[in-house]
């Protein structure tokens, strides 16, 4: 954990390079294991999560969240993955998480969205075969998006799965 703030800095970075143009163009190449931007539109890897105001809210109060830069965020799952999230431990194939990052807790500033899709085996091994996206909020427009190293290690810290789950 005391590296985060360098990994922040460096997602922002990399958020501000990614503005306005081709996410495929300008997502740094240290950023990304294997490559896996793919531009507009996070299908690649995780498909389209724009009804992600429509999933089941997880979390009681917005929370500023520890690992995220002190954004107040918002955790989103899909009706049928909710008994899978609270009970925890390793997450189906198919989970999507969606934490929603704002910029104050009364959520009037949107900052960004970022997902973690469960995988098939083999996607990434030796990461829990997650899949990582950082999207506009939209749910379908991928800044960056793959087998994310920055998210990876921090979330490999996590006892169960690449998962910290909700605060206490
Ligand atoms: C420095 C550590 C750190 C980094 C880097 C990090 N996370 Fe997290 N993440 C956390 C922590 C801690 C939580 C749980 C509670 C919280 O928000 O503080 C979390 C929670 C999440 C959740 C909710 C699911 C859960 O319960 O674990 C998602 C989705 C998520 N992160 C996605 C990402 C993505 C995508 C990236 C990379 C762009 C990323 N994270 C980078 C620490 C980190």
């Not at 500023?64 to 954004?71: C, I, K, P």
């Not at 431990?89 to 500033?109: C, Q, W």
């Not at 091994?125 to 990876?152: H, I, N, S």
Request: charged share 20%.
């Amino acid at each position: 954990m005391s590296r985060a703030p360098a990994r922040w800095i460096s997602l922002s970075i990399a958020l501000a390079a990614c503005h306005g143009s081709s996410p495929q163009a300008q997502a740094p190449r240290d950023a990304v294991l294997s490559g896996a931007v793919t531009g507009a539109g996070a299908g690649a890897a995780v498909s389209d999560c724009s009804t992600w105001p429509q999933w089941v809210k997880v979390n009681a109060a917005r929370y500023r969240s520890a690992g995220h830069g002190g954004r107040w965020v918002d955790v989103y799952v899909e009706a049928e993955h909710v008994d899978a999230y609270v009970t925890g431990g390793v997450a189906p194939v198919g989970m999507r998480i969606i934490k929603a990052g704002y910029a104050d807790e009364a959520g009037t500033t949107f900052q960004a969205l970022t997902v973690m899709g469960k995988m098939a085996p083999g996607y990434d091994p030796d990461g829990g075969d997650w899949y990582y996206g950082v999207l506009d909020r939209d749910g379908r427009t991928a800044k960056l998006q793959g087998k994310l190293e920055m998210c990876r290690d921090c979330h490999d810290t996590a006892d169960v799965d690449f998962r910290f789950g909700l605060p206490e």
